[in-house]
T-cell receptor
């Protein structure tokens, strides 16, 4: 296993279109997180899954955003009716209970540009 | 609310010129302070975790220290390959998320 994989790496979409991103965590990691990072800022928490259950959601996650993690494996993040303010890097991270000392393992992110 | 402030925003050093990056934090029940390195266009890469005041961790030219209110990332004799953005994050006892600072962009000039 080579780490957390995110696809696509880059996505350009027109305002109003829907987009979906995928995250494949490290296989033995049961905890998965989505963060959003804009230029010059640190990552901001969006949502957290433990296995297939979505346990936490940020107030940043408007009703246009939805995330799933069917069967507790890969996860998808969908943004409906995209807006220019959604342009950002979307980062996925994973960990297990025993990896606490190592924090998260992040993927390389999906950079979204809404034009 | 848990909060992290990093300073300076940007730092330019000559190769070999040692310095420190600061991370000030407020958190309800610290469950870990984390340092990450982020290269342009990539996700953050884990460096260190600190749990309690007085704790120190070292890795090559980097040393992280922790007090009750702040953490420092000391860079000794930096090389150009140390150029990156260094992010600090904390995890409190109010949830599973990490709170990140805005980072310090380090440039090491040969």
């Amino acid at each position: 296993d080579t780490g957390v994989s995110q696809n696509p790496r880059h996505k350009i979409t027109k305002r109003g279109q829907n987009v979906t991103f995928r995250c494949d965590p490290i296989s033995e990691h049961n905890r998965l997180y989505w963060y959003r990072q804009t230029l010059g800022q640190g990552p901001e928490f969006l949502t957290y899954f433990q296995n297939e259950a979505q346990l936490e959601k940020s107030r940043l996650l408007s009703d246009r955003f939805s995330a799933e993690r069917p069967k507790g494996s890969f996860s998808t993040l969908e943004i409906q009716r995209t807006e220019q303010g959604d342009s950002a890097m979307y980062l996925c991270a994973s960990r297990t209970e025993s990896s606490g000392a190592y924090g998260y393992t992040f993927g390389s992110g999906t950079r979204l540009t809404v034009v | 609310e848990d909060q992290v402030t990093q300073s300076p925003e940007a730092l330019r050093l000559q190769e070999g010129e040692s310095s420190s990056l600061n991370c000030s934090y407020t958190v309800s029940g610290l469950r870990g302070l984390f340092w990450y390195r982020q290269d342009p266009g990539k996700g953050p890469e884990f460096l260190f975790t600190l749990y309690s005041a007085g704790e120190e961790k070292e890795k090559e030219r980097l040393k992280a220290t922790l007090t009750k209110k702040e953490s420092f990332l000391h860079i000794t004799a930096p090389k150009p390959e140390d150029s990156a953005t260094y992010l600090c994050a904390v995890r409190g006892n109010t949830g599973n998320q990490f709170y990140f600072g805005t980072g310090t962009s380090l440039t090491v000039i040969p």
